[in-house]
């Protein structure tokens, strides 16, 4: 028998209609693991935001294979529509262009005869606008016009045929790229263009065309405004001088969205050009076609886990490829796992014979032209006297 006492039925079954209703006290524990979840959230934030910026973490690996073929693979998949190429000097060289930091061959290493005070000075401002002569010399020998794109040239211009092709971003000033079939929208030429010219006066900037500035170059004046009298220069970016606009706007549009960087040609030296290979998402591939590696990360913050810079042979490697080989047998190369050598071959002999042939026209007006000059220039000989 128990010791409580029974209470009486209402009183039991109001009891129970109580406890039913009643609620029951809030676990403690759920307030914790909320604001537990809210930390976490931040915290999520924070580390995605450090893994964006300074390219930690390990995105999904997009490439089966850190090769030449891995990269035709992805292009052929059709997940790969936004191709953006970056260029330099090594791209031209085959056209005969010197590039410029080769220890023999490149121009800084030939520039004796100009007697500069250091190589680099022939494309400082400061010097050109009180030495004009020996740039002016120089781009005599450089001018556009004399030389015709290479096998890479137009692999570029088959990139943009077959809808692949985002952007050309060129440190080159030789209009190769032009020439080869890519207009101004597709191309960046960060370091300028001979393509156009202007007066250095900042109260004139008269702007001239390319065919003005052949004439006065090939004539060997010094070119000098028609307005002012003040130097004319090609719109060339020189040291001491800003990038084009153009550069930092459409990098910040056209970066995030490339799905492969093509780098060919270039050291990744000159900075901001250089910079831009960290420009593109942690998943981009980036393949490099040059004859030797370039722009590979500082050892020290490879170790560190930060990103940006190329990786092609650590452990952690995952995007990176490197091709050594000159840019045109790169190009060769992966057009044939293309499937698309014998179209390229076959655009670069069409390319190169129209551009002989509008050679040889342009030579024979010239030669009729100076020929008429000197026929209206000789003294018109005495007629014979009438018997």
Same mark, same amino acid.
């Given at each position: 028998?128990?010791?409580?006492?029974?209470?009486?039925?209402?009183?039991?079954?109001?009891?129970?209609?109580?406890?039913?209703?009643?609620?029951?006290?809030?676990?403690?524990?759920?307030?914790?693991?909320?604001?537990?979840?809210?930390?976490?959230?931040?915290?999520?934030?924070?580390?995605?935001?450090?893994?964006?910026?300074?390219?930690?973490?390990?995105?999904?690996?997009?490439?089966?294979?850190?090769?030449?073929?891995?990269?035709?693979?992805?292009?052929?998949?059709?997940?790969?529509?936004?191709?953006?190429?970056?260029?330099?000097?090594?791209?031209?060289?085959?056209?005969?262009?010197?590039?410029?930091?080769?220890?023999?061959?490149?121009?800084?290493?030939?520039?004796?005869?100009?007697?500069?005070?250091?190589?680099?000075?022939?494309?400082?401002?400061?010097?050109?606008?009180?030495?004009? +002569?020996?740039?002016?010399?120089?781009?005599?020998?450089?001018?556009?016009?004399?030389?015709?794109?290479?096998?890479?040239?137009?692999?570029?211009?088959?990139?943009?045929?077959?809808?692949?092709?985002?952007?050309?971003?060129?440190?080159?000033?030789?209009?190769?790229?032009?020439?080869?079939?890519?207009?101004?929208?597709?191309?960046?030429?960060?370091?300028?263009?001979?393509?156009?010219?202007?007066?250095?006066?900042?109260?004139?900037?008269?702007?001239?065309?390319?065919?003005?500035?052949?004439?006065?170059?090939?004539?060997?004046?010094?070119?000098?405004?028609?307005?002012?009298?003040?130097?004319?220069?090609?719109?060339?970016?020189?040291?001491?001088?800003?990038?084009?606009?153009?550069?930092?706007?459409?990098?910040?549009?056209?970066?995030?969205?490339?799905?492969?960087?093509?780098?060919?040609?270039?050291?990744?030296?000159?900075?901001?050009?250089?910079?831009?290979?960290?420009?593109?998402?942690?998943?981009?591939?980036?393949?490099?076609?040059?004859?030797?590696?370039?722009?590979?990360?500082?050892?020290?913050?490879?170790?560190?886990?930060?990103?940006?810079?190329?990786?092609?042979?650590?452990?952690?490697?995952?995007?990176?490829?490197?091709?050594?080989?000159?840019?045109?047998?790169?190009?060769?190369?992966?057009?044939?796992?293309?499937?698309?050598?014998? +179209?390229?071959? +076959?655009?670069?002999?069409?390319?190169?014979?129209?551009?002989?042939?509008?050679?040889?026209?342009?030579?024979?007006?010239?030669?009729?032209?100076?020929?008429?000059?000197?026929?209206?220039?000789?003294?018109?000989?005495?007629?014979?006297? +009438?018997?």
């Amino acid at each position: 028998m128990s010791d409580a006492p029974e209470l009486p039925k209402e009183e039991e079954e109001e009891e129970e209609r109580e406890e039913e209703i009643t609620p029951e006290p809030e676990d403690q524990s759920d307030d914790s693991s909320g604001e537990e979840a809210a930390g976490n959230t931040e915290m999520d934030f924070l580390r995605n935001l450090f893994s964006s910026t300074l390219g930690l973490g390990s995105p999904d690996k997009v490439l089966d294979e850190l090769t030449l073929d891995g990269v035709a693979q992805y292009i052929k998949s059709g997940k790969c529509k936004n191709i953006i190429c970056m260029v330099g000097a090594g791209i031209s060289t085959s056209a005969g262009i010197p590039d410029f930091r080769s220890p023999e061959t490149g121009l800084y290493a030939n520039l004796q005869k100009y007697n500069l005070p250091y190589p680099e000075a022939i494309f400082q401002i400061d010097y050109f606008k009180k030495h004009p +002569e020996p740039f002016f010399a120089l781009a005599k020998e450089l001018y556009p016009g004399q030389f015709k794109p290479t096998i890479c040239h137009y692999f570029m211009k088959l990139l943009k045929d077959k809808g692949h092709l985002r952007r050309c971003y060129t440190q080159n000033i030789d209009t190769l790229e032009r020439v080869a079939g890519l207009q101004g929208e597709d191309l960046i030429e960060a370091h300028g263009t001979f393509f156009t010219s202007q007066c250095v006066s900042f109260s004139c900037r008269q702007q001239y065309n390319l065919d003005w500035m052949r004439d006065k170059i090939f004539s060997e004046d010094i070119p000098r405004c028609d307005k002012c009298s003040s130097l004319v220069k090609p719109d060339i970016v020189f040291f001491g001088e800003s990038l084009p606009v153009r550069f930092f706007t459409s990098m910040k549009m056209d970066f995030p969205l490339c799905d492969l960087l093509l780098i060919m040609g270039t050291s990744l030296q000159v900075q901001p050009f250089a910079g831009l290979v960290g420009r593109v998402s942690k998943g981009c591939p980036r393949l490099l076609i040059n004859m030797e590696k370039a722009g590979q990360a500082d050892p020290l913050f490879g170790l560190l886990g930060f990103g940006g810079g190329m990786d092609f042979d650590s452990d952690k490697a995952y995007r990176d490829v490197a091709h050594i080989s000159t840019c045109d047998d790169g190009c060769l190369a992966l057009a044939e796992l293309l499937g698309w050598k014998a +179209e390229l071959e +076959e655009l670069v002999k069409q390319e190169h014979a129209r551009i002989d042939v509008q050679d040889g026209k342009e030579k024979a007006g010239e030669s009729k032209g100076a020929a008429a000059e000197v026929s209206s220039a000789a003294p018109a000989e005495p007629e014979e006297a +009438e018997e």
